[in-house]
């Protein structure tokens, strides 16, 4: 229970810190080069949460697995979105949208094949 909850304030902290670099011209080239800092900082640590956890029983590999999939899918469709406005509005695609896109859908293939050969 403790590392659930340590997981939900590393995610509530990195939401935060990705709203304050949304527009951070606001803020001094200092402020801002800490908020990168702490914000890969916690990034390593999200994904070490995510890299190491074990559920113990059905139950939890269930809630694992239904969390991996609303992720993916909301992140996928997020993408999509993005590029699909992209195209209509400005006729062009930024780069980074369609290679996050590819790489989302690519992590999840590799995923799938690297458990299908493992389990």
Known sequence: ?????SELVIAALLVV?????WNPFWM????VLVVLIVFVV???????????ERGGDERDQLIRHIAGRFAYLSGALILA??????TLVHHTV???LLAA???????????????????
């Open 17 to 21: 810190l990705a709203a304050l670099l």
């Open 101 to 119: 896109f590819m790489i989302t859908v690519l992590a999840k293939a590799a995923g799938y094949a690297y458990a299908k050969l493992k389990y």
């Open 94 to 96: 930024d780069k980074w």
């Open 81 to 86: 979105v993005g590029i699909i406005y992209e």
């Open 1 to 5: 229970m403790n590392s659930f909850i």
């Open 28 to 31: 001094p080239m200092g402020l």
């Open 42 to 52: 916690l990034c390593g640590g999200f994904v070490g949460f995510i890299w190491h």
